[in-house]
């Protein structure tokens, strides 16, 4: 049961310019949401979360959006640089459980 | 201070045969989760332990069993292995709803 999911595989994107990365979710009962980067032959490493009780949350770079009667998350990186270039994982817990994953999205930053 | 570590970071395993991956989790962490993530995809969840008893586990036959000891330190074991358990098994340590660590994982390959 795919119950998170990133439907963009890829994304390419000018350096300096927004990056936006989006994932959708079907259960309800999620409560807390989280994005993940992950670079090759390393573990995902956290990047920044957001509570079902906000609709946006900014760490420097990276604002998460939550639009929970779409049941929607959104990811923009601005502005996106070379080291950005990455997978990307959204993910979702329901009352701290475990972590759902979606397929992550590769983004490739170019000069 | 270290964060999750994991070992092997490499394994080839021949098929029937058995496996134990090990994880130490980062400092302060008391609970420890098991995610297998297959190529392509995005990581699912194993199992997760606490006060060394599995607390959740996800849909993974029983040939896949864990052990946490009183250190927090856990395994995972797999057992019969198939072809299609080759994947990157990662762990992640967690306290309370501070956020999960996750180490870079144990890449195992079954031929």
């Known amino acids: 049961d795919q119950q998170v999911k990133q439907n963009s595989p890829s994304l390419s994107v000018q350096e300096g310019r927004i990056s936006i990365l989006n994932c959708d979710y079907t259960?309800?009962?999620?409560?807390?949401f989280l994005w993940y980067k992950k670079y090759p032959a390393e573990g995902p490493t956290f990047l920044i979360s957001?509570?079902?009780?906000?609709d946006k949350n900014e760490d420097g770079r990276f604002t998460v959006f939550l639009n929970k009667s779409a049941k929607h998350l959104s990811l923009h990186i601005v502005p996106s640089q070379p080291g950005d270039s990455a997978v990307y994982f959204c993910?979702?817990?329901?009352?701290?459980?475990?972590?759902?994953f979606g397929a992550g999205t590769q983004v490739v930053v170019t000069p | 201070d270290a964060g999750v570590t994991q070992s092997p970071t490499h394994l080839i395993k021949t098929r029937g045969q058995q496996v134990t991956l090990r994880c130490s989790p980062k400092?302060?962490?008391?609970?420890v989760s098991w995610y297998q993530q297959a190529l392509g995809q995005g990581p699912q969840f194993i199992f997760q332990?606490?006060?060394?008893?599995?607390?959740q586990r996800g849909n993974f036959p029983d040939r896949f069993s864990g052990h946490q000891f009183p250190n927090y330190s856990s395994e995972l074991n797999v057992n019969a292995l198939l072809l299609g358990d080759s994947a990157l098994y990662l762990c992640?340590?967690?306290?309370?709803?501070?956020?999960?660590?996750f180490g870079s994982g144990t890449r195992l390959t079954v031929v």
């Open positions: 992640a340590s967690s306290r309370d709803r501070s956020g999960y660590t």
């Open positions: 259960n309800s009962m999620f409560d807390y």
């Open positions: 957001i509570s079902s009780i906000k």
């Open positions: 993910a979702a817990s329901a009352r701290w459980g475990k972590l759902q």
């Open positions: 400092s302060g962490h008391d609970t």
């Open positions: 332990y606490y006060e060394e008893e599995e607390r």
